[in-house]
Structure formats: C-alpha cells, structure tokens
C-alpha cells in the first residue's frame, strides 16, 4: 500500500505569525479527515522549529534543502541529520528551482539522497522537464534519467525512505498545468523506470508538483499512479490547502 501525501512547500515564504496561524488551522480541519492522506509541512529553515511546535502528532514536517555532507565547515547548510533532531520526518532534494538557480546536479541530488536514506528522514526527489524538452519529445527520457541517476546511491533497504515528485518545469509558478491524463502517463513512466532499476515500483509513491491548486486536484489525485501532491502557493493559504486536501480520494492505492 503506497502512502497518499500532500506536502506544502512555502518556498522563500512565511513568518512567525504564518507559521503559527496556518498550522494551526490546517492541523484542525485537516485532523479529521478519514481519507488516509499524510500532510505535511515544508517551511524555510528557519522556522521548522516553529511549525514542529505547532504541528502536534497530526502533521509531519520537512526541510527543502539539506546539504551533502554529514558536518563540517560548509557555512549555510544543514544536515539531514539536524533535519531530523529538530524534528522533521521529509526532505525535498532537487527541486526545480535548486537545480537552475543554484545549479544542483544528478550527482548531488544522489549524494542528498544517500545521507537523507542513511538518517532515515524521507527523501522527495524531484524530477521534471523544461518546456523546450517536453516540446523537443525528450520528456520522458529527462525524466528517466533524473531518476535513474539521483536514486543510484539508494540500497536495497532504503527505499520506504524514498517518495518522487515529477513537477515540469514549465508549470511551476505559471499557473500552468499538466492534464490529469499528461500527468499521469508520466507518473506511469516513473514507475516503470524505478522497477526497471530494481526499486518496489508498485509501493513507491509518486506526487504531482505544478500549480496544483483546489479546482484540478481531485482530477489528478483520481489518476492511478499520482499517489498526491507538491504544492507551492497554494500551500501559502490555509482554506486552499485543506480544500487540497479533502481532494484525495479514500481507499487505497497499490
């Protein structure tokens, strides 16, 4: 059985009072829900802590960063084993946007994987197109190879610690997004990529990250392969994200 996850990525966003005030809200409207969907919580760094505090037992918390290394002299980064004392259960590792604005390759991605596997802390790999590839019909084979490369450091034993977020490029932030069935039919291509390289296909989950937003989440969560989703700005606003929320489907994907 795959685990259903919505996670709220803020992004370079929030604050003390956000922290505070949405948390709250969405640990209240959400805790009730009978769907089986795992929320969880991605602030900036610096306020993981406060989101810990506000989360309670009902919501899990991320990080959208770690480095590569286990400690040292490497100023501005965290570890993911500091991740993981100060209370947070999942990771984002190459991002879109830590890959074109910061340059993060495959090799690092696999890097942040193996340390965040190694803790024990949950890995959401992101992998997705740029619109010329997807235009070029290289879609699938971009992907592919994120894959494949940012999960070569995964053993055998490690794979519960790993979820995949596809987000093309082209629909992050732009309002843009993928058809359900476009979504899909990559989200399949994932999976047949990750038994082709030795993973549990069928029990890892796969999210769709790219302006998700209240009125297309229910089509793509109903799609057989897209097990939840990465949401950005919409993971900004409390009654948006919980309507995000409500959107998965109860029963069990396998």
Not at 209 to 228: H, Q, R, Y
Request: aromatic share 4%; glycine share 12%; hydrophobic share 45%.
């Amino acid at each position: 059985m795959r685990r259903k996850i919505v996670a709220g990525n803020w992004k370079m966003n929030g604050s003390k009072d956000l922290a505070r005030n949405l948390v709250d809200q969405v640990r209240a409207e959400t805790g009730a829900l009978d769907n089986g969907v795992e929320v969880v919580i991605i602030p900036p760094a610096i306020y993981v802590s406060d989101v810990v505090e506000q989360a309670g037992s009902s919501l899990a918390v991320g990080v959208q960063n770690v480095g590569q290394w286990q400690s040292g002299a490497y100023t501005g980064e965290i570890s993911a084993d500091m991740a993981k004392d100060q209370g947070c259960r999942y990771a984002l590792v190459g991002h879109s946007e830590r890959r074109q604005l910061f340059g993060e390759t495959d090799d690092v991605v696999a890097a942040k994987v193996e340390r965040l596997a190694s803790c024990g802390l949950t890995a959401v790999v992101c992998v997705g197109e740029t619109l010329d590839e997807r235009e070029a019909g290289r879609a699938e084979a971009v992907v592919a190879a994120q894959v494949k490369e940012g999960l070569a450091s995964v053993g055998a034993d490690q794979w519960s610690n790993i979820v995949v977020a596809y987000e093309p490029v082209w629909a992050i932030g732009t309002g843009k997004t993928a058809t359900a069935e476009d979504a899909q039919a990559m989200h399949a291509s994932i999976r047949g990529v990750l038994a082709e390289i030795g993973a549990p296909a069928e029990s890892i989950s796969l999210l769709y990250g790219g302006s998700v937003k209240a009125d297309n989440a229910a089509a793509l969560f109903a799609e057989p392969d897209i097990d939840g989703g990465l949401i950005g700005g919409a993971s900004l606003v409390a009654e948006d994200f919980v309507s995000i929320c409500r959107s998965m489907p109860a029963g069990t994907k396998s």
